[in-house]
């Protein structure tokens, strides 16, 4: 009980630490005009999830910040990998994708503004993208992240069937076929199950 809870401290000073590293690079990146690196390491931030730890809230305040003065500034790419942070970050960080409300403004500003890039380029002469539409746009970034329950279902029970097959398969005297066919079917169960993950 001792050594897990001083593991699970050291854990959880580490994940601290790292949060506030994050910030603090970030804040020197965006000061000296670096974007790019300013969007990974509040991103950083925003993934140093811990019971207590600021830096996630911080983390997302930071990309918020970038996005908006990016857009301000017309840089509509720095605006958008913002925005892409923050939903990777809250996909990276949710056990269950629910599609929580970070997820969906993030979403609704990726397409906002992908849209005003490709119209953009419509009006400077390019062509249009019909899948560029905000509404298209929004419902390819809607789509869920996580696989539907049938897949965990499929590994749960190809796992199980696996294990119970190779443990009755071992303990058998002789060469049993269906032991190692229950072993070899639920292995395989499993391997489909992980490919559609």
Same mark, same amino acid.
């Given at each position: ?6 593991? @699970? #401290?050291?854990?959880?000073?580490? !994940?601290?630490?790292?949060g506030r590293r994050a910030l603090a690079g970030c804040d020197e990146a965006f000061a ?10 509040? !991103? ?13 809230? $911080? ?13 301000? !500034?017309g840089d509509y790419a720095t605006a958008v990998a913002a925005w892409r942070a923050v939903?990777?970050? @809250?996909?990276? @960080? ?8 970070r997820r969906e403004r993030a979403e609704a500003e990726i397409a906002r503004i992908e ?9 400077? #002469? ?10 298209? $746009? ?7 992240? @996580? ?17 119970? #097959? ?9 060469? !049993? ?8 079917? #639920? ?11």
């Amino acid at each position: 009980m001792a050594l897990a809870l001083v593991v @699970t #401290g050291a854990a959880w000073v580490g !994940r601290v630490a790292e949060g506030r590293r994050a910030l603090a690079g970030c804040d020197e990146a965006f000061a000296r005009g670096d974007g790019v690196e300013a969007i990974v390491l509040a !991103r950083a931030a925003a993934e140093a999830r811990c019971p207590g730890c600021a830096s996630p809230e $911080l983390g997302h305040a930071r990309l918020y910040a970038i996005a908006k003065d990016a857009e301000r !500034r017309g840089d509509y790419a720095t605006a958008v990998a913002a925005w892409r942070a923050v939903r990777a970050a @809250t996909l990276a @960080t949710s056990v269950l994708d629910a599609a929580p409300a970070r997820r969906e403004r993030a979403e609704a500003e990726i397409a906002r503004i992908e849209h005003r890039i490709d119209a953009a380029a419509a009006a400077a #002469g390019g062509a249009p993208s019909p899948a560029a539409s905000e509404e298209n $746009l929004r419902a390819a970034l809607a789509a869920p992240a @996580t696989p539907s329950g049938t897949v965990f279902l499929l590994v749960t029970v190809g796992a199980a069937l696996f294990a119970l #097959g190779a443990a009755r398969f071992v303990r058998a005297r002789g060469l !049993r076929p269906t032991e190692l066919a229950a072993a070899l079917a #639920g292995a395989a169960l499993a391997v489909v199950a992980v490919l559609f993950f």
